[in-house]
């Protein structure tokens, strides 16, 4: 997205909450349901309510407080927000069947709205302003710009609900300090050269931030890495774990990294290659397939060194997450240090400006 000198309104942001689910229970007070095509009222519900959606086929049928089969995909309202499963989400829903078996379930709600929801899962709201209002300003551009690239390949959704982009639990921890931080910095994103910056954060760098080109293989100008002396009191910031061998086997193999069992798994150093023995034979795999592999909440970060004793892998490392960006523990740290939001991102998105765009 180029920011040029017009005025940009607030745009509204869409998130994929669906995981290969063939129905989804919503419940709210006064629910309103809508035709997704011709804008048609299906039906509305007065007081509690709670509507089942299924997939019959190719279509979806309708039960609980509006009944109605043979559908093509809804959008379902409420002034006071919806619980899907359980969650609670602002803005409005639309379900309608995806092109697997399953549904496609998509939150639209109102960029600051949405922001909102992700400050508050993103960091623990009882963290100093300027932290939060730093988050506020990363989440903003992060969610814009990713936004473009979305709709400009024409997918249904801007961002998914999970670590792989932004956290979004929906709007449970939505507090005073989340609003203050939202609302002082509306409008905010930070530009490189007139674009919008890819805003990535991460929760904790361990000492320092990793250039996107060391972790996606791409070189990007102001994401590079920085010194970070400010993120010490994450307890990732140095941890250890270990995982018995066979299972480290499974997970690899699992994932196609490996065919045969694993007797050996060694990384003797935090960049140097991994290597490991399949069948008397020696491969190297990669760390980011590997914490692929591994799974993202065990294997904390790339940055680790391995050795295998005992049937058993041992893994050290530091830092939690893929290390580009905004640490967030970092921005904690800074502002625990008397720092401003500006002065927070301005070290971690290096030569980038912030702007107010609406
Ligand atoms: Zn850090």
């Known amino acids: 997205m180029v ?5 940009h309104a607030e745009e509204e942001v869409r998130i994929s909450l669906s995981a290969n689910q063939s129905k989804v229970t919503i ?25 089942l959606i299924e997939r019959k086929g190719g279509q979806l049928s309708l039960s609980g407080a509006v009944a109605k089969t043979g559908s093509s995909g809804v959008v379902v309202e409420s002034e006071k927000g919806l619980r899907v499963d359980g969650r609670l989400f602002l803005g409005r829903l639309t379900v309608r069947p995806d092109a697997r078996s399953g549904l496609e379930v998509v939150n639209r709600l109102p960029l600051e709205t949405y922001l909102l929801g992700i400050v508050g899962s993103e960091m623990n ?24 690239k979305m709709r400009a390949a024409n997918k249904p959704f801007d961002m998914d609900a999970t670590v792989l982009s932004q956290v979004y639990t929906g709007a449970e921890r939505i507090t005073d300090a989340v609003v203050k931080a939202v609302q002082s910095t509306r409008g905010e994103v930070l530009s490189h ?22 972790v996606f293989h791409h070189n990007v100008p102001y994401l590079v890495g920085r010194a ?35 007797t050996s ?7 140097s290659p991994i290597e490991v023995v399949v069948g008397g034979a ?59 939001y500006r002065e927070i991102l301005s070290h971690y998105y290096a030569d980038s400006r912030l702007k107010r765009i609406y």
């Open 282 to 340: 020696k491969k190297v795999v990669h760390a980011r397939e590997v914490r692929a592999a591994l799974g993202y909440g065990e294997l904390y970060s790339q940055e680790f060194t391995a050795e295998t004793r005992g049937g058993k892998v041992r893994f050290s490392g530091r830092g939690f997450g893929h290390r580009v960006g905004m640490c967030q523990w970092g921005a904690k740290g800074l502002a625990d240090r008397g720092s401003t």
């Open 125 to 148: 709201p009882s963290w100093p302003i300027e932290a939060l209002r730093a988050q506020a300003v990363a989440a903003r551009t992060y969610a814009m710009e990713r936004r473009t």
């Open 27 to 51: 419940s709210a007070e006064n629910l309103a349901v809508f035709d997704l095509k011709s804008g048609e009222r299906l039906g509305f519900a007065s007081g509690a309510a709670r509507l």
């Open 228 to 262: 970070c002396a400010w993120c010490k009191d994450s307890n990732r910031y140095r941890w250890s774990m270990e995982m018995k061998l066979e299972e480290v086997s499974r997970r690899l193999q699992r994932a196609g990294l490996i065919k045969g069992a694993l």
């Open 3 to 7: 920011l040029g000198g017009s005025a």
């Open 265 to 271: 798994f060694t990384r003797t150093r935090t960049r």
């Open 193 to 214: 050269r007139y674009m919008l910056v890819e805003a990535l954060f991460h929760s904790t760098c361990g000492g320092q931030t990793a250039s996107a080109g060391s």
